[in-house]
């Protein structure tokens, strides 16, 4: 759940302060910091204002969050939807600030030319901008390219995270993007690989090796194997989320041994071309040579070498050929 604290006017999400810091300010306190979904209209009036308690405790069990008093909670509880999404933003905000090489961290942010407005908008010591999207809901192929190609007029790098269920997004994966599915209940993120490509004829001419292993992003329609992924060990940078070091040297080990055959096949195509070479340039050597004059005529009735045909002295008729022949 993510709150409002009224004196700031701003969403605040329970990892920014202390449990003691949010415990002066909520239900028993001062009563500042107040429910945002309900605050903000959404399954209550506009305007309603339900201070809040914090729950759970650091290495616990049961993670600290943000909890409506006993019997105060709207009848069914907040929309998950709508949970998801606010407390994704949040959760996003907080990851990225605690990424090096990053300047600064903006909710809601427009761009410039302001078509987009990104859930979290990064910017990288680099001068990199990043916008990271949390996504509830599914969208069309041409409505997420609309989007992606927007971003990327305006110079800015889309990193999406979306809502566990919604139905695989293989037209990212045509982009050449990864997938990235948040777990808010568990703030982790999860990820799929592509699982080996077959090895057709002439595979180790295929330009990429890597997906004759475990590899990431997928290609479209690939058979996919899952990977859970703390949110705190996910990386950021200039191409977006990026994969921890330990799962990225699980994807290189399974690509070794595709790479390491087809060096073997690569040098053994290649000694095959240089024989062949030869052989053709022997062949072509041979060719011009100039052709060898014809045996001189014997005489009528004498006496010819069986081999080259030439004429025979009489001390090798026996022999019927010459000695070197």
Known sequence: MVGFDLETRREVHVAEQSTE?????????????????CFHGFE??????????TRGRLGGKVRRHFAHPAGTAPDGGHHPETVWHITTKHALA?????????????????TPDQDRRADVAVRLEDSTRLALEAQRMLMTDDAWRARHRDYARAGIVDVWFWRPG?????VVLDERLPVWFYVASKSSVWTAFGRPHPRRRR????????????????CPLDDLERQAIPLGELGLGPRGAELSEAVHSKLLESQRQAREEAVTWRESEARYARQLGAAQQRRAQAARRPAA????????GGLRCTVCGRALAPQLAKAGRHILC
């Open 21 to 37: 810091y949010w415990k002066r300010r909520g239900y028993g306190g001062t009563e500042q910091l107040v429910c945002f979904y």
């Open 44 to 53: 209550a009036a506009p305007g309603t204002r339900v201070p809040l308690v």
């Open 94 to 110: 907080h990851w990225a600030r605690t990424q090096p090489g990053v300047a600064a961290v903006r909710l809601e942010q427009w």
């Open 166 to 170: 919604v139905h695989f997004l293989h």
């Open 203 to 218: 595979w180790w001419q295929t330009p990429d090796l890597a997906v004759f292993g475990l590899h990431h992003p997928p």
């Open 293 to 300: 004059p014809p045996p001189a005529p014997a005489p009528t």
